[in-house]
């Protein structure tokens, strides 16, 4: 009888891929990232997180087959936290936190840094939402951890006289970002607080119109000026450059109509929206231009200038589902 000679080592990591062995039960982890160190920022006064996540992360973290740390992110110390955190040079950085801290953070780690998951911590989670398709911060670490792969991020920056502001998903320029307040409001079950903030958006509307150019054509006018990252954008490739979309309601009804269609909802089909692809673009306003960048509310100078960034940073998500035909 002839024997077969079995490699030990192999088949201890053919159980662990499995889950048994040794370590019976452990999670699949993905197959596209080698993942051996992992830290995960925390900041539990995001509105999504709690004050339990911190213990509730370290818990899910230990199900896993690698070395992992779990960093609470607090006011005093934030930047010296996540500098640390970014030097270390995990696999991959893990933040969960408010869309704001999860923008800063990618921000600060770029295209070379260590891959970033920005798992759902706060209100709007547009980014999160846009990787993992859920508001779920624990389900979006599995996804990522068991399914994610490397995924260039591309973005967009938004710079004026005072300050420079980089979005991954979305900015609203103009008139239409006064609905922001009056849309969150809804979410929130505060209806009256959400009319007060819908007359006050009515009232300003129409009240400064903005020229841009886009790609160095010439100047034209719209009432406000939506960019799009190939990230979430249903209309354009990953390389095309930003969806920017021109919004010319022309009274106050199609001002309501839009609003109504809550700017990602079957807005591209409004006759008053013009949607193209674009590299860079500039605007400016007889006054200061109000505006919405990946869900934070600010105050532009009367002039700005935006530029496509095609490489942002590198996020451990899972693959894209293959674009819809009909753009919705």
Known sequence: M????IDPTAALAADLRAGTGSNPGLPTLTAHVALKRVIMLVNPLSGGVGAQAVAEATSL??????????VELTH?????RVDAALASAPDVLIVLAGDGTAGTIASRAGPDGPLIAPLPGGTMNMLPRALYDTADWKAALRLALEQ???RDIAGGEISDADSRHTFYCAAILGSAALWAPAREAIRAGQLKLAWVYARRAL????????????DGASGRQTEALV??????SRAIGDDAGLEAAAMNPVDAGQAVRLAAHALFTGWRQDPSVRTTAIRSASVRSRSRIPAVIDGEPTLLRHEAKVRFIPRAFRALAPTPPAPATDAA
């Open 2 to 5: 002839s024997e077969t000679l």
């Open 61 to 70: 973290l230990a199900d896993y087959d690698f070395e992992s740390s779990v």
């Open 76 to 80: 005093d110390d934030f930047d010296a």
């Open 148 to 150: 994610g792969t490397v």
């Open 203 to 214: 009232r300003r509307a129409f009240s400064g119109r903005l020229r841009y150019a886009l």
């Open 227 to 232: 960019l799009i990252s190939p990230t979430i």
